[in-house]
């Protein structure tokens, strides 16, 4: 039997199914639309350039951008190499080789695809501020505003988290970095298509997204650079054809760009739609497993997040057990397999998250295809595993006499 007829898929933001509408879009640049998009001499080569023009309108129309300012990447990974990267290099306030090359602001609750640029921009000379979020796992205007300096020369801020679906405060940072002249970037992978995009209202210069967190295909995505009011400018990091107006050389991946553009009008037409269908199919999930279960508790803000998903955690019962109690339920857990071991989430340690509860933590994340009948299945088997656990665990039964778990002195011999 297939994952598909044994398994209830709940991790949609860990990827997503291709939706078929894409992938009939799709397929004639297989077999039949096969020319090189950079062709300028034959029809082979206008009609792939065609269907390149037709997504990168559609990637722009759904954030409020100009079809010129999308450039095609190979995901968010990239988007985010080459804007955090391509900024920092060509604003940097000294020569490569100097200390003290400019001040760059993030979280430490970004994605790694994140966090590991701005490390490797740290060994370059550059000086980064990581920024703890709020017990609620948001990142304020007010924080950024706590932590520019007259060096800062960028500020990369992730729109929604991928593992609590808190959103930051973008419009607001977006303002503050422009009135403060730093070039903002955000990593909006799990924020496109699921809420409104308005990158001329919102001040943002730099945007990344990845087609396949919204039912597109895997390996294409798009950074969207400014380039009116102020232009920005970035340092290539790859060499090449001068493809994408030379941030980032390599033959165009046309069909998957065209899947990326028909997942962006699909998204546009349909997300405030599906949004309140998966946000109303969330909170019956949150709500009935709270009501049935002690000791949970909801990670990040309840009301700043995503509609289709939520990171919860479970008092008294072991991570990797209820893992193994739910295995028919595809989830993310609160553990991040590190070499050998299991490390608790970093993003959950952030907010203050004890280790143990890190661990027996789920990403629940719900998408177009989802149904109350799965909802109302996964409340069952969550419920029962944790309830089996539960039953087996001496230390739930003391905190249901009553007794300070915390106080407890662990007696070693
Ligand atoms: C998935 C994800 C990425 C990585 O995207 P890829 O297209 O897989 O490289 C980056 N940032 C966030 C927030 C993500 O959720």
Known sequence: MTAQETTIYFDHASTTPCDQRVVDAMLPYFTSIYGNSSSRNHAYGWEAENGVDTARSQVADLLGAQ?????????????????????????AKAPAGSESRGHIITAVHEHKAVIDPCRRLEREGFDVTFLEPSADGIITAQMIKDALRDDTILVSIMWANNELGTINEIPCIGKICKEHGAVFHTDATQWVGKLRTDVEADNIDLLSLSAHKMYGPKGVGALYVRRRRPRVRLQAIQDGGGHERGFRSGTLNVSSIVGLGAACAIAKEEMEAEGKRLSALRD?????????????????????R??????ISFGFVEGESLMMGIKNIACSSGSACTSASLEPSYVLKALGVGDELAHSSLRLSLGRHTTEAEVDEAIEGIAAAVQHLRAMSPLFDLWKEGVDISKIEWQSH
């Open 67 to 91: 079809p010129k300012e999308i450039i095609f990447t190979s995901g968010a990974t990239e988007s985010n190499n080459i804007a955090i990267k391509g900024a920092a290099r060509m604003y």
């Open 284 to 304: 019956k999930l949150e709500n009935e497993l709270m009501s049935r279960l002690e000791v949970v508790e909801v990670n990040g803000h309840r009301d700043h």
């Open 306 to 311: 995503l509609p289709h998903m939520t990171n």
